[in-house]
């Protein structure tokens, strides 16, 4: 079982900035972020294929957020920018063994969570 530990939430203002980590402590195919807002479905946000960069990301954060990966390091970020009230949620890392997906039900691997709140 790979663990997957997130780092850098907080408490922002609308129109911010927040950087978040997620170490894990063995290898995955894939990994990604997905997140939850009090009352709703948990949903994807980005993935990324570790071994060539791709990406794939949900049409809310498109031009906002950017996931990167540093292999050697074994890190995940997601780079969120113009942050919106919206974007509040407890903020889930996840991982893959094989797949590369937005489907939350084949992610095998998940974090704790971090929590990011946007205030306006």
């Known amino acids: 079982q790979v663990q997957l530990v997130e780092s850098g939430g907080g408490l922002v203002q609308a129109g911010g900035s927040l950087r978040l980590s997620c170490e894990a402590s063995g290898r995955t195919y894939a990994m990604g972020w997905f997140r939850q807002a009090p009352g709703k479905e948990r949903e994807f946000v980005a993935t990324?294929?570790?071994?060539?960069?791709?990406?794939r990301y949900a049409d809310s954060v498109k031009g906002r957020f950017t996931i990167s990966r540093d292999n050697a390091k074994n890190t995940v970020y997601l780079q969120m920018n113009s942050l919106k009230d919206d974007d509040t949620a407890v903020y889930y890392c996840?991982?893959?063994?094989?797949?590369?997906?937005?489907?939350?039900?084949?992610?095998?691997?998940w974090g704790q969570g971090t929590q990011v709140t946007v205030s306006s």
């Open positions: 996840t991982g893959t063994s094989n797949i590369f997906t937005y489907a939350r039900g084949e992610y095998e691997h």
């Open positions: 990324i294929k570790l071994s060539n960069g791709s990406t």
